[in-house]
Each structure stands twice: as structure tokens, then as C-alpha cells.
Antibody
Framework: EVQLLESGGGLVQPGGSLRLSCAASGFTISTYAMTWVRQAPGKGLDWVSVIYGSGVPAYYADSVKGRFTISRDNSKNTLYLEMNSLRAEDTAVYYC???????????WGQGTLVTVSS | EIVLTQSPATLSLSPGERATLSCRASQSVSTYLGWFQQKPGQAPRLLIHDASNRAAGIPARFSGSGSGTDFTLTISSLEPEDFAVYYCQQRSSWPRTFGQGTKVEIK
């Protein structure tokens, strides 16, 4: 059974950093592109970043470019999102998801909440 | 980036009624358009990919149509579990973008 489990969310001050993890099971992440999507409280879905199965390339939303870095550790079957220079507007539930061969998000994690506040 | 505009923002219907949701793209996305359903406290779920193809396990009452810039998601007869928020998403180019969502609520 395919499962994705995010962790690492929490309360952080503006300007701070946080690293999110997404542990995958039931499949090998090295053979799939993976993505992060976020959702601010009461708002819609906001695509954040993608990393290809090979690890390159990676793409980012303009709103996070230069501040966030997506990466993967295939030996741990885990996806990461390193978030620096956090802003109040980064407050959201962060979901990781897997892209299938058709480039659709077919499996999602349950999400982890990041709150940026002083 | 490609902007997706969904309408209406809210659709108030009764179980058994037909729901028609619209998604318009700011430029052509061919048929690289998907639809997701999201219920409170849950992750999104893929319903339709490539404009008109149901994802695995999705009931036949869900159907999608359109190409280019105009797309429609139709729920032929609403079941109680279909009341949720629906998002369209384009995969024509990076960055991926979502519409702002349509809430289907019980009338």
C-alpha cells in the first residue's frame, strides 16, 4: 500500500527555518517525481515545488524561489522541503504528493501544518 | 504563469441534482487539466486527469470535458459524499497552478 507521511511542521518565527520530511512507503521514490503543495488556512491549493525522479530538475513557485529547496534521500525513501526566510504568508498545511507516469498527483500525504508567527 | 478561474465559487444543490462546474484557463492548456475533490481535514483526491479521464476508483457519475481554455466537471447525480470543494489544476507548464475552487454545498 502506497503511503506518504509528512512531518516537521510547527511554529516558527518570521525569518526562521524549518525542514519538512515526507516518508514514503509502498513504492520507491527514486522512480517517481514528487511534489509539495500547500494550503493556507481556509484557502485554496497552492503548488510549491517539484523534483524529478532522477533528482533533477527541480522547479519552484515564484513565491518560494530562492528560499525553499526540495530534495530527496533515496536511501531513506524520503522527500524533503528545506524552508528558509519564512514569512507569515508561508503559514499553511504542506502536503507531499507523488506524480504518476501521467504526471498527475495520485497519492497524497495527510499534511503537516507550518505556522509562521512571532 | 497560467491562471485558472473557476465558477461558480459556490454551488448550492440537493442530493440527486446535477452539478456543473467550470474552469477557464488564461491560455490554452490543451487537455492537460485535472480535477480534484477535497473534503474538510483531508488531502485532495484526484478525480479526473487529462480533462476527461476518470482516475482509478472514481465513480462514473463524475465526468470531465473540454480542451484549450474551457473545461467542465459534471457530477450527474449528487450523492451525500460529493458535497466538497473541487479544484481544477493545469499541468501544461511549470509552475503548476490550481483554480481557486468551487464549493458544492447542500441546499
Amino acid at each position: 500500500e502506497v503511503q506518504l507521511l509528512e512531518s516537521g511542521g510547527g511554529l516558527v518565527q518570521p525569518g526562521g527555518s524549518l525542514r519538512l520530511s515526507c516518508a514514503a512507503s509502498g513504492f520507491t521514490i527514486s522512480t517517481y517525481a514528487m511534489t509539495w503543495v500547500r494550503q493556507a488556512p481556509g484557502k485554496g491549493l497552492d503548488w510549491v515545488s517539484v523534483i524529478y525522479g532522477s533528482g533533477v530538475p527541480a522547479y519552484y513557485a515564484d513565491s518560494v524561489k530562492g528560499r525553499f529547496t526540495i530534495s530527496r534521500d533515496n536511501s531513506k525513501n524520503t522527500l524533503y522541503l528545506e524552508m528558509n526566510s519564512l514569512r507569515a504568508e508561508d503559514t499553511a498545511v504542506y502536503y507531499c504528493a507523488r506524480y504518476n507516469s501521467g504526471w498527475d498527483e495520485d497519492y497524497w500525504g495527510q499534511g503537516t501544518l507550518v505556522t509562521v508567527s512571532s | 504563469e497560467i491562471v485558472l478561474t473557476q465558477s461558480p465559487a459556490t454551488l448550492s444543490l440537493s442530493p440527486g441534482e446535477r452539478a456543473t462546474l467550470s474552469c477557464r484557463a488564461s491560455q490554452s492548456v490543451s487537455t492537460y487539466l485535472g480535477w480534484f475533490q477535497q473534503k474538510p481535514g483531508q488531502a485532495p483526491r484526484l478525480l479526473i486527469h487529462d480533462a476527461s479521464n476518470r482516475a482509478a476508483g472514481i465513480p462514473a457519475r463524475f465526468s470531465g470535458s473540454g480542451s484549450g481554455t474551457d473545461f467542465t466537471l459534471t457530477i450527474s447525480s449528487l450523492e451525500p459524499e460529493d458535497f466538497a470543494v473541487y479544484y481544477c489544476q493545469q499541468r501544461s507548464s511549470w509552475p503548476r497552478t490550481f483554480g481557486q475552487g468551487t464549493k458544492v454545498e447542500i441546499k
